[in-house]
């Protein structure tokens, strides 16, 4: 790996469009990025340079919610789903990707997610994890989610916690409200976001826990991520006014949108933020994550399991495209929902924006078509010309 990187004439959005400027990367960090780089190395060190004319430069996606150990289950054993492995990643743009638990606390468990976590890391992206699954009282690693928090480096909160939906744990209010309450303290002492992230389901209830905590107590709005918002239409006209209100909103992608919004109401990740920002709610209170590797059962009316898909990472690319080509959305705009707005969210220093001091995580992509080509991790180059050339441990190419 080049110690010396300079990418060349890229269309830079930070994500703010920055115009058409060179990337110089030292030693795993942005260095500068100016127009017209010169270097004067005196031979001493060789660096690499890669002409990005034509092509737009963006910081490398974070997918904020993650079954980087596979998810699933809910049809019996054999619908356990397949780990993530590195090419999953990188070959769709993720440079920092955090992984959670999900229906399964007991089959999969903590101590798996963070070998996990760290196995990722260890060959080329940065991770970070959530405590606990949909259970509660939360499954933990240590003896309390605060210490959890506070002592485990990669953990940044905790969830995914499943409210309204038949497979969570049907958790009380107080139980819930601990919760939050135990998180945001942890995150307070250890410096972090101390983020409760929300799985909703499909009930009528919707989010009602929390709007009662944020109602009925000093828990701010910004302290819960809530995902899978546009699981419906009703409940994504809920968490619509909630991020009116000042809270966080997370959607989830769907590499099958087509047959998911004819069949089961959901709200198309590009229709939904053109309906947030038309109601004049800010563009920092979105995030799009992929619920990769976790399984997407399928119900009946009954509660009765009809069958499994499975996500993808690969769905968040496809998701700015689609915000761009069929809403009109600047693609400085909706790229934020997988780069700064999840990195300001979680409290993930030195992620998600190309600017001086932070990590080279960097996403070349074509100007117009909006295709991956070139994939920095850390200032590492693992995807160039489309084409993946750094390998997991065990993955072909090696």
């Not at 959670?100 to 992206?125: F, P, Q, S, W, Y």
């Not at 995030?287 to 069958?307: A, C, H, R, Y």
């Amino acid at each position: 790996m080049s110690m010396v990187t300079v990418i060349r004439n890229a269309e830079v959005y930070q994500p703010e469009h920055a115009g058409v400027k060179d990337i110089l990367i030292l030693a795993g960090k942005i260095a500068a990025v100016e127009e017209n780089i010169r270097l004067d190395l005196g031979g001493a060190v060789e660096a690499e340079e890669i002409d990005a004319s034509g092509m737009a430069a963006v910081p490398g996606f974070i997918d904020c919610h993650e079954h980087i150990m596979g998810g699933g289950g809910e049809g019996g054993f054999h619908t356990r789903t397949p780990e993530a492995s590195l090419g999953d990643l990188i070959c769709n743009g993720v440079t920092t990707v955090v992984g959670c638990i999900g229906t399964d606390g007991v089959g999969r468990d903590m101590t798996a997610l963070l070998a996990k976590a760290h196995g990722l890391e260890n060959e080329g992206i940065t991770t970070f994890a959530y405590t606990g699954s949909y259970q509660v009282p939360v499954h933990t690693l240590t003896d309390s989610l605060m210490k959890d928090i506070m002592m485990l480096d990669k953990v940044i909160g905790v969830g995914e916690i499943a409210i309204s939906d038949h497979r969570s744990s049907q958790p009380s209010y107080e139980e819930f409200l601990r919760i939050a309450a135990d998180a945001r303290v942890a995150g307070m002492l250890s410096g972090k976001a101390g983020i409760v992230n929300v799985h909703l389901g499909d009930s009528p209830r919707k989010l009602d826990l929390i709007r009662r905590a944020v109602f009925e107590t000093e828990i701010p709005a910004s302290q819960f991520l809530p995902t899978h918002v546009n699981r419906n239409e009703a409940l994504f006209q809920e968490c619509l006014d909630f991020a009116a209100e000042g809270g966080n909103i997370d959607f989830t992608g769907n590499e099958d949108i087509d047959y998911w919004e004819t069949i089961c109401d959901e709200v198309r990740v590009c229709k939904g933020i053109r309906r947030l920002l038309d109601r004049g709610i800010s563009s920092d209170r979105f995030t799009i994550s992929s619920d990769g590797q976790g399984s997407l059962p399928m119900f009946n009316e009954k509660g009765e399991f009809q069958g499994i898909g499975i996500g993808r990472a690969s769905c968040l690319l496809k998701e700015v495209r689609e915000c761009v080509r069929k809403e009109g959305i600047p693609l400085e705009i909706a790229v934020k929902g997988i780069t700064s707005n999840p990195a300001s969210i979680l409290k993930l220093s030195g992620k998600g924006r190309i600017k001086k001091g932070f990590d080279a995580d960097i996403c070349l992509l074509t100007r117009h078509s909006l295709e991956l080509q070139t994939v920095i991790a850390k200032g590492q180059v693992m995807v160039r010309d489309g084409k993946q050339i750094v390998f997991g441990t065990f993955e072909k190419g090696r």
